[in-house]
């Protein structure tokens, strides 16, 4: 349908007819955010009346907000960790949701060392579908021309496995590629890939990404935005890329398949795309050879119009290395989505990194939110916290996101803080703030403080029989490498410097940290490959005083002042590096296999 045949709204101009209808659902949505959401708690009430966990607390049939909040307490992942792992070991009772669980949902974040297993149902799939299809309708509005052209994304699936009741326990994307409703998807103009499904659906990440790879390389004037989920996944494409463009050179001026590709779906999918031509290969060869990688996405895929991936929370340190990769191209980060919920998408994508704000839609769950304010006392049983609405949040506040699903998780603590940014209609728009409690994070992993402790204690047991002890430490995102990796700084009090501990054994206290790190760092770390080995930087004596003395120059109290546990500020890391005095790093990659400790 022309463009001008159809009506505008309040959004924009549509692209097409199916665009229209979706920008008018936002509208809708976000115009009757209370209406909205009083339906889907009432629907998630009377649903799931019956099921063992809400009849505890006697609602009597009550799908009314007042009853909902005076009865029904607010939990986190370890209150509901009985339930869950009574689900997990086979039994099919309606404890959470009456509807049945189709699989669990592995969360990035963890518990006792675990990820998380979000329970969820069948239906769930089409309130993510809905998501996803506003998507494309809201970005025709600021890049016109996207049906014109195919978007390169490197996206990949992850391990999974089998609880002791049969249940498939993975990753909420694996799970949505591995569906219906991604792998026989209708054709869309606007949602065209260069990467095949067979490439996408391959567990092996070397010949997922190599395939991946050179589709793209193949496609390259077609390709009009290049992505992937994270900042991180596509910096790690890029140094694929530097590694084996030689290889993928050959393959397109031979019109052949590397032979380390063996995936039977991939090399017959492969066989219809493959021909030879030398002359895309030497221009490859001519770009990747060049010292300068500036600016070597647009270079390579000269029509990019920008990019889509997440640069919000963890994800932001990645910025100026994407800059510098793609010549300044605009990061698109589209929506906003967990393993417990998706939760609704960026109305303004074309936005700078640090203006992002997500619009939450009401359909999608029951929201609450938790005033988030660090120097209040901690929650308690006798002092409930009072949660306000999605209607009834204010700009200008910090709030942690609380969610009740269809799927049976009932005012569960996301872990999230969001400040409020404004309104579109009568819908509030948030700012990813931080992830509650994280320390640190390179990719999906998150590791707060208690574990880093416990990593250090467990690595510093390798130090006694030297009569050494770590006194201080501090600790580090490194992204400058790709991939990104954690730097732990210590300061070592050295008893008998005749006994010192050697590099090998300050080698291996890199590994045991690694080795006492949760299973989405391990699996990282050894199955993704998207977090380098662990590096521990040995400084000189007294280097944490002087951490110190600089904090309380720039107007720290004495009184209460205690060495971070992790560093960012460019000058305190400065200076923390001028006082190295040795570098280690692991030997070899911590054990990790899919299976989880039951």
Known sequence: MAVDSVMPSPLGLPACEKDAKALQFIEEMTRNVDPVQVRVLREILTRNAETEYLSRFRLGGATDRDSFKAKVPMVTYEDLQPEIQ?????????????????????????????????????????????????LMPVMNLYVPGLDKGKGLYFLFIKAETKTPGGLVARPVLTSYYKSDHFKTRPYDPYNVYTSPNEAILCADSFQSMYTQMLCGLLMREEVLRVGAVFASGLLRAIKFLQLNWQQLAHDIAAGSLNPKVTDPAIRDCMSGILSPRPDLADLIRKECARENWDGIITRIWPNTKYLDVIVTGAMAQYIPTLEYYSG??????????????????NLKPMCKPSEVSYTIM??????????????????????????????????????????????GLCRYRVGDILLVTGFHNADPQFRFVRRKNVLLSIDSDKTDESELQKAVESASALLREFNTSVVEYTSYANTKTIPGHYVIYWELLVKEPS???????????????????????????VADNSIGPLEIRVVNNGTFE?????????????????????????????????????????????????????
Request: aromatic letters at 8%; glycine letters at 4%.
């Open 362 to 407: 009401p359909n999608m769950a029951y929201f609450e939110f938790l005033p988030h304010d660090p120097a209040a006392p901690p929650l308690s049983r006798d002092s409930p916290p009072r949660l306000v609405d999605l209607a009834d949040v204010e700009i200008g506040k910090e709030y942690e996101l609380v969610i009740t699903t269809y799927a």
């Open 328 to 345: 300044g191209l605009p990061m698109a980060c589209t929506m906003y989505a967990s393993s417990e919920c998706y939760f609704g998408l």
């Open 86 to 134: 009574r689900i997990a070991s086979g039994d099919r009772s309606n404890i959470l949701c009456s509807h049945p669980i189709s699989e669990f949902l592995t969360s990035s974040g963890t518990s006792a060392g675990e990820r998380k297993l979000m329970p969820t149902i069948q239906e769930e799939l089409d309130r993510r579908q809905l998501l996803y299809s506003l």
């Open 499 to 525: 006994n010192a501990p050697t590099h090998e054994v300050l080698n291996r206290c890199c590994l045991a940290m690694e080795e006492c790190l949760n299973t989405v760092y391990r699996q990282c770390r």
């Open 546 to 598: 002087e951490l110190m003395d600089y904090a309380i120059s720039r107007g720290a109290s004495i009184n209460q002042y205690k060495a971070p546990r992790c560093v960012n500020f460019t000058p305190i890391v400065e200076l923390l590096d001028s006082r190295v005095v040795s570098v280690h790093f692991s030997p070899s990659a911590p054990r990790w296999t899919p299976e989880r400790r039951h």
